[in-house]
């Protein structure tokens, strides 16, 4: 099934992720889903809560699909029903946002921030292994978790990872707000590792009308904990542990469903439109690649170029959204100067900071469109 794309943008209207012309498509089937939960009223952990979980357990091959309220609380209901707290160190790229460091510190743990692979953006195996080292060195925290960032939408390099965590003995837990419908040798994100946490925020690649995530595991008591957590850490009436308030919304989910029913067509467009932007901008920009075996959800797309600011000024100027993640990485923010070893200790982070600029993406960008974004770029 292709995606149905929209007319071309008119010159100064291009937005950032295309959620109009989205809509425009699924009108019908989100509006009947949603009328169905309003008649139901059933309105938090309603059966679409439960028939997306399910669905998506089919999609990405995982035993238990958990669905909470938002990817951040995700990040958070993992880590705490893996166990992890005060006193162990997880290591976290420094370049990813907020969230991704923010949930550790609030469960008492330590992030450990690790630098990235310039070609891919995603947590460099060889610099992982030097700061788990390091820490076991200085003996102050346990390491006891690695939580890899899928960044724009590629899937770190998992193989590595993994192994490294079986070496010593760590969990991992893969940040994939932004890599749902991606996928390393057929097998898809949500798969690849212990746990994975994702995000439907409206611009992620399967987005929702607000706030919402799950969580992928295969482990069913560790899945049956997650439920438990998010619920307010309830059981059978009886309060067994610290919990959350952090429940999908059914009519979030009843969107989600509508949108799953198409996400195959916006990933394969995705992929076009990336392909488009690759071959307009190669010659002037470093451009978004993946390994071998690897597929991207392009949840961002993103290039590197020198006159970024330039670039982005005029972007702005003709009316062409477009975004810079993350222009102060997580160790150089004021928040989480405590766990960092300062300017200089993560030089690929650093320099990706002043050369990234992200430019619109979804599934329903025109070449045209395209054409004209590249065509103000090479301008400058």
């Not at 309105?43 to 958990?66: C, D, K, M, S």
């Not at 958070?76 to 550790?104: H, M, Q, R, Y």
Request: net charge negative.
């Amino acid at each position: 099934m292709a995606s149905p794309r929209k007319e071309p943008a008119s010159q100064g209207d291009v937005p950032f992720v295309d959620l109009k012309a989205q809509y425009a498509v699924l009108e019908q089937q989100i509006q009947t889903r949603i009328n169905k939960v309003l008649a139901e009223t059933q309105y938090v952990l309603g059966p679409e809560v439960q028939e997306l979980e399910g669905e998506l357990a089919r999609f990405t091959g995982v035993r238990n699909v958990v669905g909470v309220a938002n990817g951040t609380e995700a990040l958070k209901i993992a880590l705490l029903a893996a166990g992890i707290g005060p006193g162990d160190a997880v290591f976290v790229p420094a370049f990813t946002f907020l969230a991704s460091a923010e949930v550790i510190v609030e469960i008492g743990a330590t992030p450990v921030f690790v630098d990235v692979e310039e070609q891919t953006f995603t947590m460099d195996p060889v610099c992982l292994s030097s700061c788990i080292e390091g820490t076991v060195r200085q003996g102050v925290i346990r390491p006891a978790a690695i939580m890899p960032v899928d960044l724009f939408g590629l899937p770190a390099n998992y193989a590595t990872i993994n192994a490294l965590a079986k070496q010593h003995e760590l969990i991992v837990l893969a940040d994939a707000a932004q890599s749902l419908g991606g996928s390393i040798g057929g097998c898809r994100v949500g798969s690849l590792t212990d746990m994975t946490a994702t995000s439907f925020y409206p611009s992620k690649p399967l987005g929702c009308y607000g706030d919402g995530g799950c969580i992928f595991v295969d482990d069913d008591e560790r899945a049956a904990k997650m439920r438990i957590i998010r619920g307010h850490g309830l059981d059978s009436g009886s309060a067994v542990c610290i919990g959350l308030n952090s429940r999908l919304d059914t009519l979030q989910a009843a969107i989600l469903l509508a949108k799953l029913e198409i996400f195959e067509a916006e990933l394969e467009a995705r992929a076009q439109i990336a392909g488009w932007y690759g071959d307009r901008l190669a010659d002037i920009a470093t451009t978004a690649t993946h390994p071998d075996g690897y597929q991207s959800a392009w949840g961002v797309y993103s290039i590197l170029i020198d006159n970024r600011d330039k670039v982005r000024a005029e972007l702005t100027k003709q009316g062409i959204a477009c975004a810079v993640y993350y222009a102060t990485p997580l160790h150089r923010q004021p928040a989480y100067q405590q766990f960092s070893n300062g300017a200089g200790s993560l030089p690929v982070t650093e320099k990706l900071s002043h050369r990234i600029i992200s430019l619109p993406m979804s599934g329903y960008v025109s070449e045209e469109t395209v054409d004209h974004i590249c065509s103000v770029i090479r301008s400058c």
